[in-house]
């Protein structure tokens, strides 16, 4: 079976969306973050701070392209992964990419929940720094992405029905995986 790819904007819900919907398929949870602070031994903001996001970026290409070999996994990508057209043309050859929306105050507001972790919103003014990459970056996710899920006002349990509801339409997913209809 193919990867399901999580691509989209910082505060989107890429990992802990990912990381439910993983729980739902049964399948191996992959958050490229994460792997990448675990094999480095400091956080995303501390590698940021200490080598500079050039660095960050490397780290982050060898690290999508191990884990795009893998199969049946869910992958959370970070906010950034599609600058690099490496990192998708990898990713795509064994998945299908989910692009995940939500609106301008909405990533504010879930971006600021947990301040200093995104080092590139660590800065006066946050919402000019999300406006301004938002418009850097949107064709770069439309242009990626074989599917797109809006967030804004949902909860992760409601985006996780739609992403399997899309993967079954699109023949994704094979037999049925627990649903809504399955919780009562
Ligand atoms: N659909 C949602 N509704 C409300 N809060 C959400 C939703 N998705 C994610 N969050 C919250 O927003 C914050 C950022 O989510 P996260 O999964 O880290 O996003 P990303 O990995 O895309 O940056 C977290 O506090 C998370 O719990
Ligand atoms: O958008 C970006 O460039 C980044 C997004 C972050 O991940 P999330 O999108 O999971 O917050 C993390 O990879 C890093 O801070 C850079
Ligand atoms: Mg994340």
Not at 101 to 108: G, Q
Not at 156 to 177: A, T
Request: charged share 30%; proline share 3%.
């Amino acid at each position: 079976m193919k990867n399901i790819v999580l691509i989209g904007f910082m505060g989107t819900g890429k990992s802990s969306t990912g990381r439910l919907l993983a729980q739902r398929l049964r399948r191996v949870f992959v958050d490229i973050d994460r792997k990448i602070e675990l094999e480095q031994g400091m956080t995303i903001s501390e590698i940021f701070h200490t080598y500079g996001e050039e660095y960050f970026r490397q780290r982050e290409r060898a690290t999508i392209a191990k884990v795009a070999r893998y199969t049946n996994t869910v992958i959370a990508t970070g906010g950034g992964a599609v600058l690099n057209p490496d990192n998708i043309a990898c990713l795509k050859r064994r998945g299908v990419v989910i692009w995940l929306t939500a609106s301008p105050d909405v990533i504010f507001e879930r971006t600021s929940r947990r301040r200093g972790s995104r080092p590139l919103l660590d800065r006066p003014n946050p919402r000019d720094a999300i406006a301004g990459l938002l418009e850097e970056r949107q064709r770069l996710y439309q242009a990626a992405s074989d599917f797109t899920i809006d967030t804004t006002a949902k909860k992760p349990w409601q985006v996780v029905d739609e992403i399997v509801d899309v993967l079954r339409q699109g023949g994704y997913l094979r037999g049925r995986s627990r649903s809504k209809s399955w919780q009562g």
